[in-house]
C-alpha cells in the first residue's frame, strides 16, 4: 500500500491538500465559534450582573423613598412638638414667676420698706449714703460666713492685687532697667506706699462713719440682716415653687392634649411606616423584581439560546474535525508525514510535480527534501 500510495501522480497530493484545507477550515471556524462562545458567556453574565444590580438599586432606592416620605412626616411632627413644648415652657415659666410673685409679694414689699427706712434714717442722721450699701457693711461690720469670705476677697483686692498691678505697670512703662534703676526696690516702694495709702483710707473711713456714727451703723446693720432675713425666705418660696412637680396650678392642659395628640399622630405614623415597609417587603417587591426580569431577562434567554445552539453546533464541528483528522491521518499523513500534511507544503510538492521536476509522490517528496536541504 506504502509502495502504491508513493508511485501516485499529482491527483494524490491534490486530494490530500484539499482535505488539509478543509481540516483547517474547520479548525478556523471552530476557534471562531469558540471565540463567539466566550464572548456570549461574558455577555450573559455581564446582562445578569447588570439585572441583579438594577433590582438591588432600584429595591433599595423605592424603600429608601418610602421611609423619607414617613420621617419627613415625623421630621414635621417632631418640628410642631418643639413648638408647642416651647409655647408651653414659655407659658409655664411665665405662671411660675407670676405664682412667686404673688407668694412673694409682701416681702419684697417689707424688704422696699426696710430700704426706705435706712434711706431715711441715714438722711435723718446725716450719716453718707455710701455707709447703706452692702460693700460698706462687707467691709466694716461683716456679718455670717458669705460676707466674712467678702471681706477677705476685699482684702486681698486692694492690699495685694490692687498694688500688685499698679507696681506692674510702673515697671513695664516707667522704669528702666538698662539705666542701671534698682527695679525691685522701686515696686516695693509702691507697693508699700499703695498699701499705706489704703489703710489711712480705710481706717479714715472707719473713724469718720463708723466710730461716729456707730448706733446709725449698728440699726443700719439691723435692718440690713432684716432685709438677707427677707431675701432667703423670697430664695425658699422660690426653689420650693421651681422644684414643685404639681403643674396643675399653671391651666397647662391646652398645651398637654396638643402634645398628646402629636404623641398619638407620631405612633400613627411609625405604625403606617412599618406597615408600608411590610407591604413593600411582602408584595411590591416581587413585583419589581418580576418588572426589571420581565423587561430584561428575555434580552439573557435569547443569549443563552444562541449560546446553547453554538455549543450542539461546536460539539457537531469537533466531531467532524476529529474525523477528519483521523481521515488525513489515516489516508495521508500516514505515509506522508505530519510535516508534510500542510496547505503551503502540499502546494510545493504539486508545483514540483506540475513542472515536470518529479513524476510520482516519492520522487516529488525527494525532490522537495533535497531543495530544502541545501
Same mark, same amino acid.
Request: aromatic fraction near 8%.
Given at each position: 500500500? +506504502?509502495?502504491?500510495?508513493?508511485? &501516485?501522480?499529482?491527483?494524490?497530493?491534490?486530494?490530500?491538500?484539499?482535505?488539509? *484545507?478543509?481540516?483547517?477550515?474547520?479548525?478556523?471556524?471552530?476557534?471562531?465559534?469558540?471565540?463567539?462562545?466566550?464572548?456570549?458567556?461574558?455577555?450573559?453574565?455581564?446582562?445578569?450582573?447588570?439585572?441583579?444590580? $438594577?433590582?438591588?438599586?432600584?429595591?433599595?432606592?423605592?424603600?429608601?423613598?418610602?421611609?423619607?416620605?414617613?420621617?419627613?412626616?415625623?421630621?414635621?411632627?417632631?418640628?410642631?412638638?418643639?413648638? *408647642?413644648?416651647?409655647?408651653?415652657?414659655?407659658?409655664?415659666?411665665?405662671?411660675?414667676?407670676?405664682?412667686?410673685?404673688?407668694?412673694?409679694?409682701?416681702?419684697? %414689699?417689707?424688704?422696699?420698706?426696710?430700704? *426706705?427706712?435706712?434711706?431715711?434714717?441715714? %438722711?435723718?442722721?446725716?450719716?453718707?449714703?455710701?455707709?447703706?450699701?452692702?460693700?460698706?457693711?462687707?467691709?466694716?461690720?461683716?456679718?455670717?460666713?458669705?460676707?466674712?469670705?467678702?471681706?477677705?476677697?476685699?482684702?486681698? #483686692?486692694?492690699? +495685694?492685687?490692687?498694688?500688685?498691678?499698679?507696681?506692674?505697670?510702673?515697671?513695664?512703662?516707667?522704669?528702666?532697667?538698662?539705666?542701671?534703676?534698682?527695679?525691685?526696690?522701686?515696686?516695693?516702694?509702691?507697693?508699700?506706699?499703695?498699701?499705706?495709702?489704703?489703710?489711712?483710707?480705710?481706717?479714715?473711713? =472707719?473713724?469718720?462713719?463708723?466710730?461716729?456714727?456707730?448706733?446709725?451703723?449698728?440699726?443700719?446693720?439691723?435692718?440690713?440682716?432684716?432685709?438677707?432675713?427677707?431675701?432667703?425666705?423670697?430664695?425658699?418660696?422660690?426653689?420650693?415653687?421651681?422644684?414643685?412637680?404639681? &403643674?396643675?396650678?399653671?391651666?397647662?392642659?391646652?398645651?398637654?392634649?396638643?402634645? +398628646?395628640?402629636?404623641?398619638?399622630?407620631?405612633?400613627?405614623?411609625? @405604625?403606617?411606616?412599618?406597615? @408600608?415597609?411590610?407591604?413593600?417587603? +411582602?408584595?411590591?417587591?416581587?413585583?419589581?423584581?418580576? &418588572?426589571?426580569?420581565?423587561?430584561?431577562?428575555?434580552?439573557?434567554?435569547?443569549?443563552?439560546?444562541?449560546?446553547?445552539?453554538? $455549543?450542539?453546533?461546536?460539539?457537531?464541528?469537533?466531531?467532524? =474535525?476529529?474525523?477528519?483528522?483521523?481521515?488525513?491521518?489515516?489516508?495521508?499523513?500516514?505515509?506522508?508525514? &505530519?510535516? #508534510?500534511?500542510?496547505?503551503?507544503?502540499?502546494?510545493?510538492?504539486?508545483?514540483?510535480?506540475?513542472?515536470?521536476?518529479?513524476?510520482?509522490?516519492?520522487?516529488?517528496?525527494?525532490?522537495?527534501?533535497?531543495?530544502?536541504?541545501?
Amino acid at each position: 500500500m +506504502a509502495e502504491n500510495v508513493f508511485n &501516485e501522480k499529482q491527483d494524490y497530493l491534490i486530494g490530500a491538500r484539499d482535505e488539509v *484545507v478543509k481540516r483547517d477550515s474547520m479548525a478556523a471556524e471552530l476557534d471562531k465559534m469558540r471565540a463567539h462562545q466566550k464572548k456570549l458567556t461574558k455577555n450573559i453574565a455581564a446582562e445578569e450582573k447588570s439585572i441583579a444590580d $438594577e433590582i438591588a438599586a432600584t429595591l433599595k432606592k423605592r424603600k429608601q423613598e418610602i421611609s423619607d416620605t414617613y420621617d419627613e412626616r415625623l421630621d414635621d411632627n417632631r418640628a410642631r412638638k418643639k413648638k *408647642v413644648l416651647s409655647k408651653r415652657d414659655k407659658k409655664k415659666n411665665q405662671r411660675i414667676n407670676q405664682r412667686i410673685d404673688n407668694e412673694t409679694k409682701d416681702i419684697h %414689699k417689707n424688704t422696699r420698706e426696710l430700704e *426706705v427706712e435706712m434711706k431715711t434714717l441715714f %438722711k435723718k442722721n446725716k450719716v453718707p449714703s455710701f455707709c447703706s450699701t452692702k460693700l460698706y457693711y462687707i467691709m466694716f461690720m461683716p456679718r455670717g460666713i458669705s460676707e466674712v469670705f467678702g471681706l477677705l476677697g476685699c482684702f486681698l #483686692l486692694f492690699f +495685694a492685687g490692687f498694688p500688685a498691678g499698679i507696681t506692674a505697670l510702673v515697671k513695664i512703662f516707667v522704669l528702666d532697667e538698662k539705666k542701671n534703676i534698682n527695679v525691685a526696690f522701686w515696686c516695693v516702694l509702691i507697693a508699700a506706699c499703695l498699701v499705706i495709702l489704703q489703710l489711712v483710707i480705710y481706717f479714715a473711713l =472707719y473713724n469718720t462713719t463708723k466710730i461716729r456714727h456707730g448706733d446709725v451703723i449698728k440699726q443700719g446693720r439691723s435692718i440690713r440682716d432684716k432685709m438677707k432675713a427677707n431675701d432667703r425666705q423670697a430664695d425658699a418660696i422660690k426653689n420650693s415653687i421651681n422644684k414643685d412637680k404639681d &403643674e396643675s396650678a399653671y391651666n397647662l392642659d391646652a398645651y398637654d392634649e396638643k402634645l +398628646a395628640n402629636l404623641d398619638a399622630e407620631a405612633d400613627t405614623i411609625g @405604625a403606617e411606616k412599618q406597615e @408600608a415597609l411590610r407591604a413593600f417587603e +411582602a408584595d411590591t417587591r416581587q413585583l419589581i423584581i418580576d &418588572e426589571i426580569n420581565g423587561r430584561r431577562l428575555q434580552t439573557v434567554e435569547d443569549m443563552k439560546a444562541e449560546k446553547k445552539e453554538l $455549543e450542539e453546533k461546536i460539539a457537531r464541528g469537533e466531531k467532524m =474535525y476529529s474525523d477528519k483528522v483521523l481521515q488525513i491521518t489515516n489516508q495521508y499523513a500516514s505515509y506522508l508525514g &505530519e510535516e #508534510l500534511c500542510r496547505e503551503d507544503k502540499l502546494s510545493d510538492l504539486i508545483a514540483i510535480m506540475e513542472e515536470g521536476q518529479a513524476a510520482t509522490v516519492s520522487e516529488a517528496i525527494n525532490f522537495y527534501k533535497g531543495k530544502t536541504s541545501k
